[in-house]
């Protein structure tokens, strides 16, 4: 399923395999759209082009994705974590692409 954001696309793209329980790095992707070295502000800006939303906190932003499959289908989920350092430049990314068991409630 098709997101508003090229990165989060390319990521959903990638693989389709992936065991459900299992993860799968993909700060490749992510460093191609949000390279180590950029600002902050400049990311926030990058992430906002890309209808995609954040969470921020000193220096730190978490964003993501989860899938809306139907109950007992693997789901895909993304996430993504941002790591400033204290001048508010991009010193490391933590991401990864896994799928999931989505049960009723």
């Given at each position: 399923m098709p997101t508003q954001s090229p990165m989060l696309n390319e990521i959903l793209a990638s693989e389709t395999n992936i065991p459900p329980g299992q993860t799968k790095d993909v700060n490749y992707i992510v460093s191609k759209y949000i390279p180590i070295g950029t600002s902050k502000q400049q990311a926030k800006k990058i992430l906002e082009n890309m209808n995609q939303r954040y969470t921020e906190k000193e220096n730190f932003i978490r964003t993501g994705?989860?899938?809306?499959?139907?109950p007992f289908v693997p789901n895909p989920g993304?996430?993504?974590?941002?790591?400033?350092n204290k001048?508010?430049?991009l010193e490391?990314?933590?991401s990864e692409f896994s799928y999931a068991f989505v049960y009723p409630k």
């Open positions: 994705y989860l899938g809306k499959k139907p993304i996430t993504i974590e941002l790591y400033f001048e508010g430049y490391s990314i933590y």
